[in-house]
């Protein structure tokens, strides 16, 4: 291919570069924040943290991008590394560059023998199965839904009078990655959490009941497009779903200047979608589809009837 020489595939450790491919994702339509980088290169740690991108050599222009994240294993958690971000621009795609990305971001010594797992677009789901051995699959797809804003009507939500809802600094945070473990089905993300929840940008709140014990948590960010989205969204029921979600949402004082909402839903909670569509009166826009948790040596067994949004569909399962 007369291309090839002139494209390389390269590491990027820097966040010009990430606000590039931003741009790229935004016009695509997917959500992700500028801020994820951050978010990301902490989470992970820059030793469990990859970017590669393809580039123009001689415009230096960003082809297309793929990221990995390694959740390590902690007291025997499951390890898993996580593929997101895999892009190449519309132009350019069917040539060969994603594929090379793809080959080269996962074939990295770390990792062999380790489960891999990523969130399939519905179109390369099979593919991803039958080529890279991502074939072993939960029985629920994340929903890629959206609500706009001007149709969220905060009074359609009720409080659970039985929780009291408080701030991440609030709580004990040992006993948060507890709660978060047993929910997404395992995975430790003990600095990624954190990374993930504390920043200036986003919105995070803690239910707790009256004996003090965590039964719930949610987040939103700001994003590309003028955005928020919500994620993580779990909890022990439906009304303290519920009750984080209104919570949340009337905290964030210019909620009116953003256009849309993205949420992520597990498809097999019906429960949530009750929620987001008393939320809006029956407005949540489907038409992102689904995309589909898929992995290489075993299902990450998440439970879904606590999760109301998972927490975002780039690199984590749930
Ligand atoms: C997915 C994407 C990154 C592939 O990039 P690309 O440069 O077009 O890929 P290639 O030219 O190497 O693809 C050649 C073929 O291999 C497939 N392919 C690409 N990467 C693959 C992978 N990791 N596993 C299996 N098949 C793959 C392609 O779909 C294509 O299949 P086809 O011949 O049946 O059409 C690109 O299509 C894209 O940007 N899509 C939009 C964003 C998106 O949906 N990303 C996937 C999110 S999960």
């Not at 560059?97 to 971001?105: P, Y």
């Not at 804003?149 to 709580?171: H, M, P, W, Y």
């Not at 200036?200 to 004996?211: D, E, L, M, P, W």
């Not at 948790?293 to 998440?302: D, L, N, R, S």
């Amino acid at each position: 291919m007369d291309d090839d020489e002139n494209i390389v595939i390269i590491p990027y450790a820097d966040f010009n570069r990430w606000k590039e491919i931003m741009k790229i994702i935004a016009e695509f339509g997917w959500f992700y924040a500028e801020e994820d980088y951050d978010r990301f290169l902490k989470g992970f740690g820059e030793k469990n943290f990859n970017g590669l991108i393809a580039v123009d050599k001689k415009s230096d222009k960003i082809l297309g991008s793929v990221v990995i994240g390694f959740f390590e294993s902690i007291e025997n958690s499951p390890a898993l590394v996580s593929l997101g971000l895999y892009i190449v621009l519309p132009e350019l795609r069917g040539k060969g560059i994603g594929t090379k990305l793809f080959k080269e971001v996962i074939n990295d010594p770390r990792f062999v023998n380790v489960n891999l797992g990523l969130n399939g677009a519905s179109y390369m789901s099979k593919k991803y199965a039958k080529i890279f051995g991502y074939d072993k699959f939960p029985n629920w797809q994340v929903c890629k839904s959206k609500i706009k804003i001007c149709d969220i009507n905060l009074n359609a939500l009720q409080n659970d009078s039985d929780i009291d809802i408080v701030n991440v600094n609030d709580v004990d945070y040992q006993k948060l990655i507890e709660y978060d473990t047993n929910i997404q089905g395992g995975i430790r993300r003990d600095k990624f959490l954190k990374a993930f929840l504390d920043t200036k940008t986003n919105f995070a709140k803690i239910a707790v009941n009256k004996n003090g014990e965590i039964v719930g948590f949610g987040n939103i960010r700001t994003g590309v497009n003028n955005q928020i989205g919500l994620g993580p969204l779990y909890s022990n029921s439906k009304s303290i779903a519920e009750t984080l979600l209104k919570q949340i949402l009337e905290s964030i004082e210019n909620l009116g200047s953003y256009d849309c909402f993205r949420i992520f839903p597990p498809n097999i909670n019906k429960d949530a979608d009750e929620i987001f569509s008393r939320l809006c009166n029956g407005k949540v826009d489907v038409s992102g589809g689904n995309s589909f948790p898929q992995f290489t040596k075993e299902i990450i067994q998440a439970d879904t009837s606590k999760i109301f949004s998972i927490t975002e569909y780039g690199l984590n399962a749930a």
